[in-house]
């Protein structure tokens, strides 16, 4: 008998996620508050488009983390947005002893998020992914993968399940999401970080994918200003990623194409943003350390001010 998971958060990167699970036999339940999205999941399966083509017939499918209760869960990958970590937690808590305690999995961008579920569901049962994959959603019951440049990576920070997590990751990599495990789990955790404050919330300021943020010089060279910031910063706290890093970092983002960023969908939705784990974790750190980051400071003040229109609305 196989794993049971549960995915929380059906948006991209959590339903290309239980899609592939799904397709691959995989038992998934998955949980997701928009309601209609969620019925068109019930009734006609979850299309992946893009990068890959599937729909993925899902049979456990609910509206509310409470509604789990009557599962028994092995694995519960967390894949909504970081800015939403504090009521999931609180939801997920009530119903986790009688779910069988799982593993926790934080699916998401930013730092830190894998110590905040460890605060509560302990150290020893909360492991952390980073996904080198993306999408967008489209309409209800189907998302676009736009990219995926393989592998993804999976790690347990306290080394404790590492049968366990060798096993999810040969079922994610079965499923056609290639991921490796690894006993450097924050060094791709930053790596991935540095990645994102390159280019989410510039795309989210300036409205730009990533290839038209790139393609024009201003924004082009404010890209490699928060890049080479946010590695100084990686450095100071003891991550080291060679000499020619900035340059691997520049070619990675130049294959993303006419990608609409998670934050810059966010701001467009006018929903609360990612920034206090992406660049905002930057600029925490560095305050640690001495380094000058005026770029992402300025950055996390424009789209504070952004988010603080919404709020008045």
């Not at 955790?189 to 994918?209: P, R």
């Not at 988010?307 to 609305?313: L, P, R, T, V, W």
């Amino acid at each position: 008998m196989g794993l049971r998971y549960g995915v929380i958060g059906i948006g991209p990167s959590g339903g290309i996620l239980a899609a592939h699970l799904a397709r691959s036999g995989e038992a998934v339940a998955v949980v997701d508050i928009l309601k209609d999205h969620i019925e068109c999941i019930e009734s006609n399966g979850l299309r992946i488009s893009g990068f890959t083509e599937m729909t993925a017939k899902m049979r456990d499918c609910f509206y509310s983390i409470p509604d789990l209760v009557d599962k028994s869960l092995d694995v519960i990958f967390i894949s909504t947005k970081a800015s939403v970590l504090e009521p999931v937690i609180s939801d997920l808590e009530k119903i986790y002893t009688a779910i069988g305690k799982p593993k926790i999995i934080s699916h998401q961008n930013g730092l830190d998020t894998e110590l905040r579920l460890a605060l509560t569901f302990g150290k020893e049962n909360t492991m952390r992914t980073v996904i080198n994959y993306a999408g967008n959603f489209v309409e209800n019951g189907h998302l676009r993968m736009t990219f995926f440049n393989p592998p993804n990576y999976i790690g347990d920070p306290t080394g404790k399940n590492e049968g366990l997590v060798g096993e999810i990751a040969d079922s994610l990599t079965r499923s056609g999401l290639k991921t490796e495990v690894t006993e450097k789990i924050h060094h791709y955790v930053w790596e991935k970080t540095i990645l994102n404050a390159g280019m989410s919330a510039l795309c989210a300021v300036t409205q730009q994918t990533m290839r038209e943020s790139l393609d024009f010089a201003p924004t082009e060279q404010l890209v490699r200003d928060l890049l080479k910031e946010s590695i100084a910063v990686a450095e100071a706290v003891g991550q080291d990623y060679g000499e020619n890093f900035f340059e691997w970092c520049m070619n990675y983002l130049n294959k993303a194409g006419h990608h609409k960023t998670s934050m810059l969908v966010d701001v467009l939705d006018q929903n609360p943003t990612e920034i206090d784990y992406i660049n905002g974790k930057i600029v925490d750190y560095r305050k640690e350390h001495g380094i000058a980051t005026p770029v992402n400071e300025t950055i996390v003040a424009l789209i504070k001010a952004t988010e603080s229109q919404f709020q008045k609305k």
